[in-house]
């Protein structure tokens, strides 16, 4: 005797649905393989363009300089290539130029010292006269520029004294403080006050009139005037007197030293003349050419990062 056995829907789909539960708790993994394989496949990135080296712009900057050099070079072995005469030629130079400086920094006595030792001296009269300039030229100038009463009383004394050369101070220096290094100083300082003092007082001139009454209706003080509106419009016009004072000052120690001897480049100069020495005078010119450039590119770089301008 057969038996007959009838399920609703909903019981013929249960056994199915059980057996898909099942399915996936037994490979969690196979569930989303459908999924994944209908997914779009990414193209992989291009790798970033590299920059081409810019060949013409480094030719451009690298090129000219070495061929003015090889110029100069090739036209004083032109000059001396006959040779017999007091002037070197420029192998017998660098040769001197090598022995030179295998020893910078001997010492045999006071007046007879490496080359590396009379640089430093130099630079230091320079660093101090400088340094001095820079505490009364600056105060001045930002007196100057903002105060018409100053302005009247100082510019006459600066028209007048600023045309004369610096050597001419140097006896007064002598007569004031009877030694030779302190007249140095002395003359490094009221050549390098100057362009800092005109400079200064220019910038501050210059300063918008908007700023000013601005800090008048905030009823701002005289120094918060000077360090928070004055300074920062200011400094680079401080910058530009500080780097012509420099190269201004490196040009005069020279001649100064070999007017009051002792330890210095310019003093050491006159010393090899005086020994008839022109390959080391030469060398001396390359040298002091050499720190005057690096002085001004250090203060170059220093006057960009405080020079603000509009695209």
């Known amino acids: 005797m057969v038996s007959a056995a009838f399920h609703t829907p909903g019981d013929a789909t249960a056994p199915a ?103 430093l001296n130099s630079l230091g009269r320079v660093g101090m006269g400088f340094g001095l300039a820079a505490l009364v030229g600056i105060p001045l100038g930002f007196a100057i520029g903002r105060f018409e009463f100053a302005n009247r009383m100082v510019s006459p004394l600066i028209a007048l004294l600023k045309p004369v050369s610096p050597l001419a101070w140097l006896p007064i220096g002598l007569l004031a403080f009877k030694s030779a290094n302190p007249a140095a100083i002395w003359t490094i300082f009221i050549c390098s006050i100057w362009p800092m003092v005109v400079n200064t007082a220019v910038g501050v001139q210059r300063v918008p009139q908007d700023y000013l009454n601005v800090a008048r209706v905030l009823k701002l003080s005289e120094w918060k005037v000077i360090t928070r509106i004055l300074l920062p419009a200011v400094l680079p016009y401080v910058l530009t007197g500080v780097r012509l004072s420099v190269g201004t000052a490196w040009l005069v120690i020279v001649a100064a030293e070999m007017l009051t001897g002792g330890v210095g480049i310019g003093f050491w100069v006159w010393d090899e003349w005086n020994n008839l020495n022109v390959a080391h005078i030469l060398i001396a010119i390359f040298v002091i050419g050499t720190v005057g450039l690096l002085l001004e590119w250090a203060l170059i770089s220093l006057a960009k990062h405080f020079t603000f301008e509009e695209d």
């Open 17 to 119: 649905a059980a057996a898909t539960d099942a399915d996936a708790d037994a490979d969690p993994v196979s569930r989303p393989a459908a999924n994944e394989a209908t997914m779009p496949i990414e193209a992989p990135r291009p790798a970033p363009a590299r920059t081409p080296i810019d060949w013409r712009g480094i030719a451009l900057k690298v090129l000219p300089p070495v061929i003015s050099l090889g110029l100069l070079i090739g036209l004083w072995a032109l000059a001396t290539m006959k040779g017999g005469g007091s002037f070197p030629t420029p192998a017998a130079t660098f040769d001197a130029a090598v022995q030179l400086f295998s020893d910078p920094f001997y010492r045999n006595g006071p007046n007879d010292q490496g080359i590396g030792w009379n640089i």
